[in-house]
């Protein structure tokens, strides 16, 4: 039986126009020999009325007086709405198809409420239902707990039920489907000459998704690689040969390998410096984490620390900090930028490019940092733009 995952996001279950669009993939995946499991998202972005989001503000967002456990409740009726609305529409079109939910298709999580992890997909079912279906789809973002709870396994977690499920079912693809024809060298509302990738590696990827790339989910990437199954990131609104951006091994990737694959950028945040002495530095990162706060571009020194935050987290940082009498300076409205390519590796000469080029723009840099494939820069957020598109015309640009 050979199985194909196509994982249709919120913006491409909308609307019915958006629908019909994601529903001519599938037929065409039928028509070419596959038993087709769909994931689907909730339908649309904030403002709809089933996005996760809006689903939120039914209950003041963060300021909730439920738990986790019943937040999840609510949380997951955005996926059932849109797995419930989309077989409905492949069933009028003549299509075999059905509908389940987390539960229904055998997703089981631990009990962390918000943030499940998928402890194992029991397939019985699914197969099952391809006995006599074409397609199967699936509410993502969801499973359901041993005792029987309803859970939501965090932000992203559409992609994360598609890389499972392929896993899960040795598909042949993982198709993720979006507004954008694929994986870009940047972001082509920030950068004029962004160029598509045609193909890169699953270490590139999960890189640039980290790094503030959107297309997928980089838990997904992950889960794919470990399961060896390629996956694809492709356009709803393209025709159905349009096979987008291919992410693979980079050893099976033909022709020379590139010095940078791409560049990606997180905007909003704070950098926060902290004095300190070897004492207060470890009581200093176990109070962050108990706290909850997840940091960021972290360097240490003798006697101080430097790291940043999301702007949208960072007052309650300063609130806490206050609170236990530690002096701390920060630097506002800062955007981290990363230079992204499997072939930075061993090369010479990168970092000083990158100073190069922002010494030229005038553009001080207040943090870096390395790894084998990324290079990370923190910046002014009012210069994003003009860095992002002069680095993209250093590394990226054909001459």
């Known amino acids: ?105 055998g997703i089981v999580t631990n009990e962390d409420y918000g943030q499940a992890k998928v402890q194992r997909i029991d397939t019985d079912a699914i197969y099952a ?13 969801q499973g359901i707990s041993e005792n029987g709870d309803v859970t939501t396994i965090g ?38 000459k962004a160029q598509f990738l045609q193909i890169v590696s699953y270490n590139e990827v999960s890189n640039m998704a980290h790094e503030g790339a959107k297309v997928i989910d980089p838990k997904a990437v992950e889960i794919a690689q470990q399961a060896g199954i390629p996956v694809r990131i492709r356009s709803t609104y393209q025709s159905v040969k349009d096979m987008g951006t291919l992410i ?29 002495d070897e004492n207060l530095q470890e009581s200093l990162f176990n109070l962050l984490a108990q706290a909850g706060f997840s940091l960021d571009f972290i360097n240490i020194f003798p006697g101080k620390i430097v790291f940043t935050l999301p702007k949208s987290i960072s007052g309650k940082a300063k609130q806490l900090l206050n609170e236990q009498k530690i002096i701390f300076a920060t630097h506002e409205n800062c955007a981290k930028v990363a ?3 499997a072939g930075i590796t061993g090369v010479p000469g990168v970092t000083a490019k990158i100073v190069t080029t922002m010494s030229k723009l005038k553009i001080p840099i207040y943090q870096s940092a390395d790894s084998y494939t990324t290079i990370w820069i923190l910046i002014e957020e009012e210069n994003l733009k003009l860095a992002l598109n002069e680095l993209h015309e250093v590394f990226l640009q054909v001459k």
């Open 155 to 192: 932000r992203g977690g559409s992609d994360t039920t598609a890389a499972l499920l392929g896993a899960a079912f040795d598909a042949e693809y993982i198709d993720i489907f979006t507004d954008v024809s694929g994986m870009m060298t940047a972001d082509p509302r920030l950068v004029e």
């Open 248 to 276: 693979t091994n980079s050893e099976t990737q033909s022709g020379p390998q590139r010095l940078v694959t791409g560049i990606a950028h997180v905007p909003h945040l704070v950098q926060f410096t902290i004095e300190t």
């Open 1 to 105: 039986m050979r199985i194909l995952i196509q994982k249709f996001g919120g913006t491409s279950v909308k609307d019915e126009e958006s629908r019909l669009a994601a529903e001519k993939h599938i037929v065409h995946a039928v028509a070419s020999g596959y038993k087709v499991i769909v994931v689907v998202s909730a339908i649309g972005r904030i403002g709809d009325p089933y996005a996760t989001d809006s689903l939120l503000a039914l209950i003041d967002g963060e300021k909730s007086y439920l738990d986790l456990r019943e937040r999840d409740m609510l949380l997951s009726v955005g996926e059932t709405i849109s797995t419930a609305v989309f077989t409905n529409q492949l069933k009028k079109n003549g299509i075999h198809a059905i509908g389940l939910t987390g539960q229904s298709a």
């Open 129 to 141: 239902y391809m006995k006599t279906n074409d397609v199967v789809v699936v509410a993502g973002f």
């Open 339 to 341: 230079i992204v390519g």
